[in-house]
């Protein structure tokens, strides 16, 4: 996201493997298939970004879990083929946070696509391991694709006057923003969406405040099965899912971020639908679980 974070079920379950150490996992999901995309990990500075709703219990969960304080954290991009259409939901970080990240490009073409056959992109979010990957150089990554993110996010992160309002660790969003969509707009290819609208065969935008100003979530329904896409609601699964109160410096309203992960969380428990998070460790895709207060997270096999 910034140079803070610089410093700092397919045909058997070999042939899952094998995708997954080639930075791809396909997967059915009624009559399409989903692909989860690597973009390549960082180390997320526990102690320095995680905002704790009770003194001790980041730590508490890192040792449980037996983590140091410097966490690997996965960045994944999903790609849901539908037949006739290929959607890309977040493009990873492409050249604006170094280079272990930057790889969706190459693991969507290791599945088998090409860039140019991308028809729309959906973005979660403006966090420049969301959007960095649209261009390479300067120049679009995904050429007949058209760019659809929250009509509020778009609007917030375009304008230099809200710098103010978010933690320095995200300052850098508003640069990116401006270089990453810039090509897109200039031949019109960027379009706004709002919570509820339809964006593709069965896939509807899902609105989940607090992370920034338009976090959205993705719901891909497909013959009676159900996938929630949901961006950065969990950015530390071994803190977040014990306690869903813990918050990263990277949210912009950590009370409405602490709400919408709640409200996550519990729909997706009681459902059992598959979810798919961004910095889940990869594939990113599992379900979630309840155990007491806490929830639970079991990840879909490799």
Known sequence: MTALLLATLTASAAHAADE???GFLKMPLGK???????????????????????????????SKAHLSDDVPTSVNAFLIDTGDKRILIDTGSGAFLGATLGQVSQHLQAAGYRPDQIDEVLITHLHADHVGGLIDRGR????????RVDAREKTFWEDRRNVGQVDASVKATFDAVATALKPYEAIGHVKTLASGETVGPGITAWSEPGHTAGHTGYRIVSDGKVLLVWGDLVHLAAAQFPDPKVTIRFDSTPADAVRSREKALAAASKSGYLVAGAHMAFPGIGTVGKAGSAYTWTPVER
């Open 32 to 62: 399409v298939t989903v692909i989860a995309l690597s973009d390549g990990r960082f180390t997320l500075p526990a102690s320095t970004l995680m905002v704790e709703a009770r003194k001790g219990e980041v730590q508490e969960a890192l």
């Open 140 to 147: 679009m990554v995904y050429p007949n694709a058209i760019v």
């Open 20 to 22: 997954a150490d080639e």
